[in-house]
């Protein structure tokens, strides 16, 4: 019985040291906010250029009609130009 009880507090005492890790780190980004912004503007800009170099190594996608129809269904499919009702 006591070897649950102690697994029990083990566990809960875990659970509070992961909230304290938590709080922590939410503190930490309040008072580096501009640090959080970018490293946040450095992964969107790295994503965009990765998807580009994709893009353009793929044949498919050379030929500029297929790649405005490709980008057109997407869109559309999207809902960029008008709503599906």
């Given at each position: 019985m006591r070897k649950s009880k102690k697994k029990v507090h083990h566990?809960?005492?875990?659970?509070k040291k992961s909230n304290s890790l938590i709080r922590r780190f939410k503190q930490f980004r309040v008072h580096h906010r501009i640090a959080f912004?970018?490293?946040g503007a450095l992964g969107v800009i790295f994503v965009w250029r990765g998807v580009w170099t994709?893009?353009?190594?793929?044949?498919?996608f050379s030929d500029p009609f297929a790649s405005l129809s490709i980008g057109v269904g997407l869109a559309?499919?999207?809902?960029?130009f008008f709503e599906l009702a």
């Open positions: 566990k809960i005492h875990h659970h912004y970018i490293i994709i893009i353009d190594n793929t044949p498919i559309v499919a999207g809902g960029l």
